[in-house]
């Protein structure tokens, strides 16, 4: 197990993560930093566990909303998949029965 020193507000901490992880940890910390330095100005003296949670917070909100969006994206994209379907169900009847018509036109 790898551990890696992120910079959070400021302050160092020392976070554990699995070995070719920490590239990928200290982007994740970025993203918190960022947060918490959003909401550090208009948030008066809490403390820097408040802080955290409040960027945490911020930041799941954020996840629930892109959620949502793929969710709604998914189905949308399975109502499309089921349109796409349906079209091609109905050109292969389509062609059949062109196809009939042809072979009845060449037959006379």
Do not use: W
Request: net charge negative; hydrophobic share 50%.
């Amino acid at each position: 197990m790898a551990q890696v020193t992120v910079q959070v507000n400021g302050k160092p901490y020392a976070v554990g993560c699995e070995d070719g992880q920490e590239s990928h940890v200290r982007g994740l910390a970025l993203l918190l930093d960022a947060k918490v330095r959003e909401i550090a100005p208009d948030a008066g003296q809490l403390g820097e566990t408040r802080l955290m949670l409040l960027g945490a917070l911020m930041i799941a909100d954020e996840v629930d909303g892109l959620n949502k969006k793929l969710a709604a994206a998914e189905a949308k994209a399975l109502e499309l998949t089921a349109t796409v379907d349906e079209i091609e169900s109905r050109a292969i009847v389509a062609l059949d029965a062109a196809s009939q018509k042809l072979e009845a036109i060449a037959a006379r």
